[in-house]
Structure formats: C-alpha cells, structure tokens
C-alpha cells in the first residue's frame, strides 16, 4: 500500500547532527557522556539515527554494546572495530584470546600475567589497525558504557584513556549509559581513569510529535483507530517511554476490538514479566522493600525518626528501624541501579515502569 512507513522507527536527525556538529565541526571536546533511562530509545537513535548520519560524512562508526559482554567489554570493543573494519586477522586473534579483561581469582600470577598480556596484545593491535588509515575518522560508541565503571574493569579504562587520549583529532566518543549512578562514578570521581574526561549530558526526552508519528504508521496499517489525545495520555501515563508505549501498540494493533483499556493493561503485564520484576522484588531484603514502597509514595527524609518508626512498624517491630538499617537499605538499592540520588535526601527509581508495578502490585507505604 502506498505511503505507509517501512518502520516505526521516528527519525530524529536534527539530534544526531547536532551531536556530530559538536564532536567533528565545533571540536572543543571530543567525547559525550549521555544519560538516559532504560527504554529510552538510546540505542535505537545510535543505530539508525546517528551512525547513518556520520557514514555520510565520511566518519566510520564503531558500535560496541558492553551489555553484551559484561565480564569482558574489552573484548567487546575489539571486536567492534575489527568487525566493522573487517579485519580477518584481528578477528582470528580474538579467537585465540578467550577474554581481554577480567579479575582471576585463583589463578597463579604466572598464567594471569600471560593472560593480562593477550588482552592487551589485543587492545593494541585493534588501535594499529585504526591508526593505518592516517586521515580517517572514526566515532566510537559505548552503549551501556556504565559497565566500564566496574572495580574489574579499571586497568581497561585507563587503557582505553591512554589510547584515545592520543588520537582524540581523529577518535571522538560517545558514551550512552542507563546508570546515572554508575556513569557519575567513572566520570565525576577523581581517583577514576575517566574522571572529567567526557561531558556528561541528559539525552533527551521524546515529544508529542514522537505519539503522532506512530498513530501515523498505525492508523495507515489498521482499521483500529486511537484518538491523538489518548495516545498522548497512554505515552505520559509510560513517563513518555518509547518502547513500552509501542508494546501497547503492539497489544492493540492485534486486539480483536481495539480496546485500548485492555490493551494498555497487557502492555503492563508483558513489561512486568518481560523485566522480571516479581522475581526482583522477592530477592530484596524486606528493608528494602520496605523502603521501596515508602520511596513510590514519594517519601524523602529517609533516616528521620518518623520515617524509621515506619519501617520498623511495617516489618513487625515495636521499636523505630536504626538509621545503619535504612543507609544500607539505600546503598543497596543504589548499587543495583534501582534508585538513583536526585538530590541530598531525594532518590528517583532508575525504572519507571517497576515503580508502576510497585505501586499497582505491592502497595504504598505511607
């Protein structure tokens, strides 16, 4: 049928040439540092937004997804460059190097040694192999790169500064993370490798026009139909997310009737089976659950005596929960990139849709 979009995709090119402008034509930094919640689209915009736009102007993009790989994002990296350059030779050493970086315990120093050597052996023939072509321009892009910040991955970062740091005329950076906490860490603290080398930014939200692009391509291939302002109201009710927004097109593109109550329901329930969020909340510690249904009511001063008498109140206890209690709660809940601190005292959930569940499943604490 004629006029009707091939993908879902909404191109966002204003963006991804504002970021190549930046990088490659203004040239005060060479590496961003973008931050974004999970579902944001982040990875899609770099694959079909941004690294098209910079194959245009003569710049070869090198994607590396450290999610992919997170024992080893070295070996990750070097396997980027050598698929994107089609390097048969570096791609047959990274078959002879089982992993680029990684903590041994247990092994004897000897064989970490040789080990250690490979990696590096790896990392170095991979950066040769981008120096040959003296005048090319290469954009690296990190996804996921808050897994660098890992304790095991400390001798990679530095590498990888050392290295780029040298070419940064030739090889700009992108990082993209879902952690704040994580992606703060490696570039705001001083003892880090990375620390105050890349700029870190928000990545920006999707509008309103994202919403009628996609009732476009619906409304073109259904006899369904959705009102613009309750597609508007479904996206917000997402925290205008795009990929659960498009799970509840999905589940009313299929519907029978075109109930979008119904749909938008099923939506919820596959996002919650899909991020396996009951088995998430039963590994909490009941502290921590605790304080998570007092954080999705929209509780702050965490450690006051209220609070604690509280927490304390809904695990059984006569007495207030002790202040270590609630700091380690909170610690906890930090490291595993459940919430994120906004500000002194406020935490936000790094995942919106597990704090709607939450809510509708759990209950608050208030």
Sequence with gaps: MAGIAKSWHYPRPRLALQYYQTLFDVGLISALALHGKRRMGKTEFLQQDLMPLVREHGVIPIYANFWEARSDPGKTLVHAIASELNDKGLLQML????????????????????????GTSSLDEAFDR???????????????????????????????????????????????????ERLSRMLRTEDQPFYRWANMQDFPMLDDDFVRYELSILHAISRHRLDEASAQDIFRQFDCLPEPFRVFLDKFLTSVNGDAATALQAAHDEMAVDGHFEERWEAFKPADQQLLRYLAAGGQELTSAATRELIGHSLGRSSPESVATIQNAIKRLKEADVVVSIARGRYEFQDSEFLHWLLREKGRLD
Excluded: C, N
């Design 130 to 180: 981008l120096d040959a072509g003296k005048t090319q321009r290469y954009l690296m892009l990190f996804d996921e790169a808050q897994v660098l910040a890992e304790l095991a991955h400390q001798e990679l970062q530095a590498a990888l500064r050392s290295k780029l740091d040298t070419r940064k005329e030739r090889i700009k950076v992108i990082m993209v993370g879902s952690s704040l």
């Design 95 to 118: 078959k002879l190097t089982p992993r680029l970086s990684a903590s041994l315990g247990g092994v004897s120093a000897g064989v970490d040694m040789e080990y250690r050597t490979h």
